[in-house]
């Protein structure tokens, strides 16, 4: 249980992925607020601009020249023409609603990243990755400031590191050189 929960822990530290959650939430939040502008705040008034323009009639004398590609009624007038008078009523509620959906979805966002980054910080203790509660009482007592000891607590990490990384590729050489001797031999065996 504790591996599966390491191994999640490092699958989620990954920025990559983080950011692409992120991104693609929020694209999506923001795409609502969008439509919602487009099609409550702005149609209605290019919708009423219009239908000053054609002195209330609608788009029927607009597009009178295309009256073979409208689909007739029974008085031959056409019936998927656009009815501006019925759709100039701008809903400044749904727009707002968009606003406050985003907004919102930020915020979880924002506490959800806030607890996967202290979810990354378990295993440290206050004192830094290193440095024990008394050897940082020690270190205070000999007049270092906080930002001292945090440089000496960096550069153990970044030490531990590159030794960690050193030790696994000496083990990947030492592999490497073992299969290259296995090979050799098995090449020889074969002559």
């Known amino acids: 249980m504790k591996k599966f929960f390491s191994e999640f822990k490092e699958f989620i530290s990954r920025g990559n992925v983080m950011d692409l959650a992120i991104g ?60 501006l008078a019925n759709s100039i009523y701008i809903d400044w509620g749904a727009f707002i609603t968009a606003i406050i959906n985003f907004i919102l979805i930020a915020l979880v966002l924002f506490l959800i990243i806030k607890a996967i980054m202290q979810l990354k910080g378990i295993g440290k203790n206050k004192y830094g990755e290193t ?10 007592k000999e007049g270092k400031t906080k930002e001292e000891i945090a440089k000496i607590d960096s550069e153990r990490v970044a030490q531990k590191k590159a030794e960690e990384e050193a030790k696994a590729a000496e083990a990947a050489a030492n592999t490497t050189e073992a299969l290259l001797k296995d090979i050799r031999d098995l090449l020889k065996n074969q002559k």
């Open 24 to 83: 693609v939430i929020i694209g999506g939040a923001f795409s609502a607020i969008i439509t919602a502008l487009t099609n409550n705040i702005l149609m209605p008034i290019i919708n009423w601009v219009l239908l000053q323009l054609t002195g209330g009639e609608g788009l029927n004398e607009i597009f009178t020249f295309l009256d073979k590609q409208f689909v007739l009624d029974e008085a031959g007038n056409p019936t998927n023409v656009i009815d």
């Open 131 to 140: 440095i024990t509660k008394d050897e940082y009482k020690k270190m205070i």
